[in-house]
C-alpha cells in the first residue's frame, strides 16, 4: 500500500516535472540558440558535448576510451611508435581532422575522424575551451 502510493507520487511528480518542461523548454531554447553572446569558450564547450568529443575524452583527468583533454597543451605525449610530441595546436587539428596519423601509447584507433564535420573556427573554439580548462581541477 506504503509502496504503491509511493509509486503513484512518483509517476504524477514525473508526469509534473514533464508538464513544465514542455512549457519551458521552447523558451530556453530560443534564448540558448541567439548565440552571438556567447564567448569561445562557452561555443567550444557546447562542440565538445554536440560533436561527442565528451563521450571518449573526459576534462577531469580520468581515462575513458580515449586520453583526458584536461590540460592537453602543453603535454608532453608519448606515440605508438615510441616517439613524443608536445601538444600543439597544430597537433590537436591533425588529431581531429587525421586521428589515425598518430597515435596516442596505450589507446587504439578508435576516434573517428572530424574532417568536414567541424570548421576551422570551430575547432579554434574547442581549442580555445580546453585551454579555459587547464589547471582547473573539477
Ligand atoms: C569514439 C571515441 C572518440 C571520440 C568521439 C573522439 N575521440 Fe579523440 N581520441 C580517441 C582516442 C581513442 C584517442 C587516442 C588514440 C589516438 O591517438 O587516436 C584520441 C585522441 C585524441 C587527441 C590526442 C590526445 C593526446 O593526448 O595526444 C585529441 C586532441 C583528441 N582526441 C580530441 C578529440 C576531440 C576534440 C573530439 C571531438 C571533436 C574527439 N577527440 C572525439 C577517441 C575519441
Do not use: W
Not at 556567447?38 to 581515462?63: F, M, N
Not at 608536445?86 to 586521428?99: A, G, H, I, K
Not at 587504439?108 to 574532417?115: E, F, N
Request: hydrophobic share 35%.
Amino acid at each position: 500500500m506504503i509502496f504503491a502510493s509511493g509509486t503513484s507520487m512518483r509517476i504524477i511528480g514525473s508526469l509534473i516535472l514533464f508538464g513544465l518542461a514542455m512549457v519551458v523548454a521552447p523558451d530556453t531554447g530560443a534564448a540558448g540558440s541567439s548565440g552571438p553572446k556567447q564567448s569561445h569558450a562557452e561555443q567550444g564547450k557546447e562542440l565538445y558535448r554536440a560533436k561527442g568529443c565528451v563521450a571518449c575524452h573526459s576534462t577531469d583527468g580520468v581515462r575513458r576510451a580515449g586520453p583526458s583533454l584536461l590540460g592537453v597543451f602543453g603535454r608532453v605525449v608519448e606515440m605508438q611508435d615510441g616517439s613524443k610530441i608536445t601538444v600543439d595546436e597544430n597537433y590537436f587539428r591533425q588529431s581531429l581532422m587525421e586521428p589515425q596519423a598518430k597515435i596516442v601509447k596505450g589507446f587504439s584507433p578508435s576516434m573517428p575522424g572530424y574532417k568536414g564535420r567541424l570548421t576551422d573556427d570551430e575547432v579554434k573554439d574547442l581549442i580555445v575551451y580546453l585551454k579555459s580548462l587547464k589547471g582547473k581541477a573539477k
